[in-house]
């Protein structure tokens, strides 16, 4: 059994040892555990490390005041961000062993490009799950409402940037009307993944009576350890199945958060967010009027493209008349030349036939002129050789009695007769009546 020695021997056997096996400084990969500021400017971390969330390693660590300085300047000016605790870094440390303190590093410097590249590499990590997912382009599927009138708003009601939106659409020179809704969220610390995300989960439960176009994330400027929240996993995962458009204005002019990359539409500021509202409110009044310009002018050209179709149609339908009354009147022309050439035919066999017929006429008028001539000739003679004058020349007269013939009287002796002659006329009175047989001769 080896002798007792001392605590304080013991600490001062391994000072000694550490000052002479170890090397006068490392570079140390590890994470800040829990980071204090002293009133005299040095600072006390604890630097650990840590497998799948577990604690593997821890020591105690101490910037002192002149090179915490120095290193705070340098980190702050590359990364944009402060030291902190939760962060990976890359130190140069001296270890330190002290008799009464025991075991702990000097922190002599600190790779800010390390820091860059971890933050980075966590965020690449982050996007390529969102990505692998689907979930990258997932809200950037939803469809802009043309006129965003209805936003909910998840900010937080006292920053700076919510009274510039805010302003922003209430002073709008268009006065275009925009509703908007607050839902209170942390937007800086460890908790703004979980107040955003809370407030998400309102604006869909109120979905239903209260419907929304659109939701505006927004937050004013701030350190770029703020930033980090907004590369959360979960955040972005709520974003991007938001059953809204999310519109984003995280206020950061140089870097590019996962939470914009997952949102439908990204802008750098509040002020960004609420100009583009109102831009699509302009776009619509001048798609409007574009559109009742358009349509003025389409019902301009209707009008007159139908005014020049009427005064085409006038025109052609004068000319079709005109057309139509010059074939009519030549047809009627042409009749009328044909009646009248036919007429005029007719005429001529009418006249031939008249010419023929009076011929004819004259023919059978002569005939019968002739016939008739002769039948009055005969007549002439017959009445001639019945004219009691002829009987009277020949000699033979006629004897009456009170101006009647005597055959149809009967006749007494002693009346008086009277005898005419062709020449005379006699006066007889009856002394004697013999009478005759009617055969019998004078």
């Given at each position: 059994?080896?002798?007792?020695?001392?605590?304080?021997?013991?600490?001062?056997?391994?000072?000694?040892?550490?000052?002479?096996?170890?090397?006068?400084?490392?570079?140390?990969?590890?994470?800040?555990?829990?980071?204090?500021?002293?009133?005299?400017?040095?600072?006390?971390?604890?630097?650990?490390?840590?497998?799948?969330?577990?604690?593997?390693?821890?020591?105690?660590?101490?910037?002192?005041?002149?090179?915490?300085?120095?290193?705070?300047?340098?980190?702050?000016?590359?990364?944009?961000?402060?030291?902190?605790?939760?962060?990976?870094?890359?130190?140069?440390?001296?270890?330190?062993?002290?008799?009464?303190?025991?075991?702990?590093?000097?922190?002599?410097?600190?790779?800010?490009?390390?820091?860059?590249?971890?933050?980075?590499?966590?965020?690449?990590?982050?996007?390529?799950?969102?990505?692998?997912?689907?979930?990258?382009?997932?809200?950037?599927?939803?469809?802009?409402?043309?006129?965003?009138?209805?936003?909910?708003?998840?900010?937080?009601?006292?920053?700076?940037?919510?009274?510039?939106?805010?302003?922003?659409?209430?002073?709008?020179?268009?006065?275009?009307?925009?509703?908007?809704?607050?839902?209170?969220?942390?937007?800086?610390?460890?908790?703004?993944?979980?107040?955003?995300?809370?407030?998400?989960?309102?604006?869909?439960?109120?979905?239903?009576?209260?419907?929304?176009?659109?939701?505006?994330i927004i937050r004013g400027g701030g350190a770029q350890t703020d930033m980090d929240s907004f590369d959360d996993y979960l955040l972005a995962k709520a974003i991007a199945e938001s059953a809204l458009p999310v519109v984003t204005g995280i206020g950061h002019e140089r870097d590019e958060c996962v939470a914009d990359l997952v949102a439908h539409t990204k802008l750098k500021t509040p002020t960004a967010v609420a100009s583009f509202i109102l831009a699509g409110f302009k776009a619509f009044e001048e798609n409007l009027n574009l559109c009742l310009t358009r349509l003025e002018r389409g019902c301009l050209n209707s009008v007159q493209q139908e005014e020049r179709a009427l005064r085409d149609f006038d025109h052609r339908l004068r000319l079709t008349?005109?057309?139509?009354?010059?074939?009519?009147?030549?047809?009627?022309?042409?009749?009328?030349?044909?009646?009248?050439?036919?007429?005029?035919?007719?005429?001529?066999?009418?006249?031939?036939?008249?010419?023929?017929?009076?011929?004819?006429?004259?023919?059978?008028?002569?005939?019968?002129?002739?016939?008739?001539?002769?039948?009055?000739?005969?007549?002439?003679?017959?009445?001639?050789?019945?004219?009691?004058?002829?009987?009277?020349?020949?000699?033979?007269?006629?004897?009456?009695?009170?101006?009647?013939?005597?055959?149809?009287?009967?006749?007494?002796?002693?009346?008086?007769?009277?005898?005419?002659?062709?020449?005379?006329?006699?006066?007889?009175?009856?002394?004697?009546?013999?009478?005759?047989?009617?055969?019998?001769?004078?």
């Amino acid at each position: 059994m080896q002798p007792a020695i001392s605590l304080q021997k013991l600490n001062a056997i391994i000072k000694s040892t550490l000052d002479v096996h170890l090397d006068p400084s490392y570079w140390v990969t590890a994470e800040i555990g829990e980071f204090r500021d002293s009133v005299r400017g040095h600072v006390y971390l604890d630097l650990v490390e840590k497998e799948q969330d577990q604690l593997v390693a821890k020591l105690r660590a101490n910037i002192w005041s002149y090179t915490y300085q120095g290193i705070r300047k340098r980190f702050e000016d590359q990364t944009g961000e402060k030291l902190r605790s939760g962060m990976k870094i890359l130190a140069l440390v001296n270890v330190q062993f002290h008799k009464l303190y025991g075991l702990s590093l000097t922190v002599k410097d600190v790779d800010p490009t390390y820091t860059i590249g971890e933050r980075a590499k966590r965020r690449q990590e982050v996007i390529d799950r969102l990505t692998k997912e689907g979930l990258i382009n997932l809200n950037k599927q939803f469809e802009l409402p043309t006129v965003p009138q209805r936003v909910a708003v998840i900010s937080s009601q006292t920053a700076a940037g919510y009274g510039d939106f805010v302003n922003q659409l209430e002073s709008n020179p268009e006065r275009y009307r925009v509703h908007y809704t607050l839902f209170q969220a942390t937007m800086q610390g460890k908790d703004t993944p979980s107040s955003i995300m809370a407030a998400l989960r309102q604006i869909e439960e109120r979905i239903s009576m209260h419907p929304f176009d659109l939701v505006v994330i927004i937050r004013g400027g701030g350190a770029q350890t703020d930033m980090d929240s907004f590369d959360d996993y979960l955040l972005a995962k709520a974003i991007a199945e938001s059953a809204l458009p999310v519109v984003t204005g995280i206020g950061h002019e140089r870097d590019e958060c996962v939470a914009d990359l997952v949102a439908h539409t990204k802008l750098k500021t509040p002020t960004a967010v609420a100009s583009f509202i109102l831009a699509g409110f302009k776009a619509f009044e001048e798609n409007l009027n574009l559109c009742l310009t358009r349509l003025e002018r389409g019902c301009l050209n209707s009008v007159q493209q139908e005014e020049r179709a009427l005064r085409d149609f006038d025109h052609r339908l004068r000319l079709t008349a005109a057309n139509r009354i010059q074939l009519q009147r030549e047809i009627q022309n042409r009749i009328s030349s044909r009646i009248s050439n036919h007429a005029k035919h007719r005429l001529k066999l009418q006249h031939v036939s008249v010419q023929i017929f009076g011929k004819e006429v004259r023919k059978l008028t002569e005939r019968r002129l002739e016939k008739a001539r002769l039948l009055l000739n005969h007549s002439e003679k017959h009445l001639l050789r019945l004219d009691p004058n002829t009987l009277l020349a020949k000699g033979y007269t006629r004897t009456e009695k009170n101006g009647k013939p005597i055959q149809s009287q009967n006749l007494q002796v002693g009346e008086e007769i009277t005898t005419i002659s062709l020449t005379k006329r006699i006066k007889s009175i009856i002394n004697e009546i013999e009478t005759h047989g009617k055969s019998g001769a004078l």
